[in-house]
């Protein structure tokens, strides 16, 4: 799995609660803003594969716009039964204001 980072979005581009689809070789990602913490997950909710694009982000979770199953936004631990298979997480950095993301998973908090 490649590490290199791609420049996907300025970080001001992204304001608290917003999110955006980018595209990584193929990859259909999301990088979401959730009070000021920048993260990248996959953008195929993970109960009935719909996009989590416009999913409202709070206290650390982005809902899906579908049924509203529930994602922890750092782990992609999702809540309840219809959220059991977690979301593919992504190594995120800001560069100089400006996010990139690596397909690589992101190097787990100590
Ligand atoms: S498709 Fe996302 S909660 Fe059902």
Partial sequence: MS???HPVLNAAE??????????????????GNAAGEFFAV???????????EGGRIRNGLIACPLHGVMFDVR???GRGQMGR?????????????RIEVSLAAPVAAA
């Fill in 3 to 5: 590490t290199e980072f």
């Fill in 14 to 31: 992204l304001p608290a609660g917003a999110s955006k689809a980018v595209h990584i070789d193929g990859h259909d990602i999301l990088v």
């Fill in 85 to 97: 298979v977690p979301l593919r997480t992504f190594a995120l950095r800001v560069v100089e204001g």
């Fill in 42 to 52: 996959q953008n195929r909710c993970t109960h009935q594969d719909s996009p989590l």
């Fill in 75 to 77: 782990t992609g631990c």
